[in-house]
């Protein structure tokens, strides 16, 4: 049976749908298989992301609604055999949205693959609260910004709230010179401040951008320092002790954050 996570944030613009197709993707590279599940209801952005809007015959609405099986919805990633998605649809009404079948299709789901990524919704709609009733385990992502940290310090709350058995943490957009200027909370006051497990951070990095617009994940392109950070927040999810990436001893630092 492999892992259901969702991955979710408490407001958006904080990269969560970027970090979930390139965590997906490192993992694939890793030799799990993955699936991937857009529940951003109404915005369908990862199938855009993944170059994948073009072959998109079937969505989530198609599968709960029985029209077609799982198998027929599920799109190959160009870059990656072990890496799927299920694309989100814009028609669906989420307080319409069957959360008990949707369980039942991501626990099957989770006997074909290592790893089953639920894209969850920012903040806590109702399209948040289907992702969190399938899973044990929920990643919030967050930036350093105040407003960030607030918010998913509430989405926390609701979670313990919710019995959720395990909680993670990883910070997007990581920039130490914002820390140094007094921009950005510091990465040990938001440890302290959201008091869950923390897998990691991304750095700041424009070809995270720039890869979404393509159509291709950032990690593709490998043995860069953002290849690393996903690297270690995927191995630190598998249960492996590593040390996050050492910025300040590589010649490519003062380049990237000049």
Same mark, same amino acid.
């Given at each position: 049976m492999g892992e259901i996570i969702a991955i979710a944030s408490g407001k958006g613009g904080v990269g969560k749908s970027s970090?979930? $197709?390139?965590? &997906?993707? %490192?993992?694939?590279?890793?030799?799990? %298989?993955v699936c991937l599940i857009?529940?951003?209801?109404? /915005?369908?952005? $990862?199938?855009?992301?993944?170059? $994948?809007?073009? =072959?998109?015959i079937y969505d989530l609405k198609d599968v709960m609604e029985g029209r077609?099986?799982? #198998? #027929?919805?599920? $799109? @190959?990633? *160009?870059?990656? =055999?072990?890496?799927? /998605?299920?694309?989100?649809c814009k028609s669906i009404q989420i307080d319409a949205f069957p959360q008990a079948q949707l369980k039942q299709m991501v626990e099957q789901l989770a006997k074909q693959f290592d790893y089953v990524l639920l894209d969850s919704a920012a903040g806590i709609e109702k399209g948040f609260y289907c992702s969190i009733g399938c899973v044990r385990h929920v990643i919030l992502v967050t930036t350093l910004d105040v407003t960030a940290l607030q918010d998913a310090d509430r989405i926390v709350g609701i979670l313990m709230q919710e019995g959720m058995? @395990?909680?993670?943490? /990883?910070?997007? =957009?990581?920039?130490? *010179?914002?820390?140094? #200027? &007094?921009?950005?909370?510091? /990465?040990?006051?938001?440890?302290?401040? !959201?008091?869950?497990?923390? !897998? &990691?951070?991304? +750095?700041e990095d424009e070809e995270m951008q720039r890869s979404g617009n393509l159509g291709k994940p950032a990690v593709i392109k490998r043995n860069q320092l953002?290849?690393?950070?996903?690297?270690? +927040?995927?191995? =630190?999810? @598998?249960g492996e002790h590593v040390a996050l990436p050492k910025l300040h001893n590589r010649g490519i630092f003062a380049k990237l954050f000049s």
């Open positions: 970090v979930v $197709l390139n965590l &997906g993707e %490192t993992l694939a590279m890793m030799n799990k %298989t857009d529940m951003d209801l109404g /915005l369908k952005n $990862l199938d855009y992301m993944m170059g $994948l809007e073009n =072959r998109v077609c099986s799982l #198998k #027929k919805a599920m $799109l @190959q990633d *160009k870059y990656n =055999r072990n890496l799927y /998605l299920i694309p989100a058995e @395990q909680i993670s943490f /990883l910070v997007n =957009r990581y920039h130490p *010179k914002n820390i140094e #200027k &007094g921009v950005s909370i510091p /990465l040990e006051d938001a440890k302290h401040w !959201l008091a869950v497990d923390f !897998l &990691g951070y991304i +750095i953002l290849s690393e950070c996903f690297q270690v +927040i995927a191995k =630190r999810l @598998q």
